[in-house]
């Protein structure tokens, strides 16, 4: 047999199929050095005990060495007597394909789609689902960081989503994404609020449904804030409400008007330009589960903030964040969501 043949049988093969095998070619030909998340356990350790060796179950400094299991340092807590390695608590912990969670990194810094995903992996769709909210999960448990000087806020809005719910009961199904029955915005709709200062910092969070009010934006917003701040919206009463009752310089931009920029510094264009990016990337996703929404919120702030380094160095700082903080994330949260 010569190449020849297997060309013309290569050839008759669908198309899905001739791009495996030339995969598999490539790889068997010019195999890349293998990257594992276990080459990161010392950098994910180093973050996750950067003040020290601590008890993940109850914050105890008082550990031990415990031996070692499958390669992996144990150590057990002198206090609780609970054991727990570098990884517990972490997206990674329990998992049954460790040498496939960091490919799994690169295609989540990359964007790529569940059913994409499992076919790389050769994982269930399913599966890929549930690590991909055990990392975003982990990420939105970190927190948002404290906006400071100018800062930039306005609401967008997505349509409401049951996506994964066996029965809806207010409303008839829609098919991927749907649009609303009523024009403008409405209770079909869920409002974000999203702010931006100068530094480069984010917020952005789901407050509710509807028009957005001054005590949801409160809830939202108000917990993000330095105490010397200047806030930049557009006319919106919700927000003269909510800067009146917390005391904060508000400059008002009204657009209607033909305002954009206001005394050569205040506007809301970063945060404006950032609900367009935020709405193009949503749509490889053909809706959202509203449930959800805040961690896609969360992913894509995150790439937003990591966006000028190499896709190498968001996939290591993604991993780090993610196994930064002792989460207890199971997948049955995500059966009986």
């Not at 055990?134 to 927190?143: M, T, V």
């Not at 000028?308 to 969501?337: E, H, I, P």
Request: glycine content about 6%; charged content about 30%.
């Amino acid at each position: 047999m010569d190449w020849h043949s297997v060309y013309g049988d290569f050839s008759d093969l669908p198309k899905a199929e001739q791009h495996r095998l030339f995969q598999a070619i490539q790889d068997t030909l010019f195999p890349e050095p293998k990257e594992d998340i276990a080459n990161m356990v010392g950098d994910i350790r180093e973050v996750r005990f950067s003040n020290g060796l601590a008890c993940v179950h109850c914050g105890s400094v008082c550990i031990k060495r415990n031996g070692k299991y499958r390669s992996r340092q144990r150590y057990l807590c002198k206090d609780c007597g609970k054991s727990f390695n570098d990884m517990t608590a972490s997206p990674l912990s329990g998992t049954h394909h460790p040498h496939k969670w960091l490919k799994y990194f690169q295609l989540m810094v990359e964007g790529v789609t569940l059913p994409k995903i499992a076919e790389q992996l050769d994982i269930h769709v399913s599966t890929a689902f549930y690590w991909r909210h055990k990392i975003l999960n982990a990420l939105r448990s970190l927190g948002f960081s404290t906006l400071r000087g100018i800062i930039e806020s306005d609401e967008t809005y997505f349509l409401e989503s049951d996506k994964g719910k066996k029965s809806i009961s207010h409303r008839k199904p829609r098919k991927r994404g749907g649009k609303a029955k009523k024009r403008g915005i409405s209770k079909e709709q869920i409002s974000i609020v999203v702010a931006h200062d100068r530094n480069g910092n984010i917020m952005s969070k789901l407050a509710g449904r509807g028009r957005i009010t001054a005590d949801e934006i409160e809830q939202t917003l108000g917990t993000c804030l330095d105490n010397e701040i200047v806030l930049c919206t557009d006319s919106a009463t919700n927000y003269k409400a909510f800067a009146k009752k917390r005391g904060i310089p508000h400059e008002i931009i009204n657009s209607n008007k033909g305002e954009h920029v206001k005394k050569g510094v205040y506007h809301i264009q970063h945060v404006n330009a950032y609900h367009q990016r935020l709405k193009k990337w949503m749509e490889r996703f053909n809706g959202v589960a509203t449930k959800y929404m805040d961690n896609y919120l969360m992913w894509f702030r995150f790439l937003e903030l990591q966006k000028k380094l190499n896709k190498k160095l968001q996939t290591k700082s993604m991993v780090l964040d993610a196994c930064k903080k002792a989460n207890f994330t199971l997948v049955r949260t995500f059966k009986t969501a």
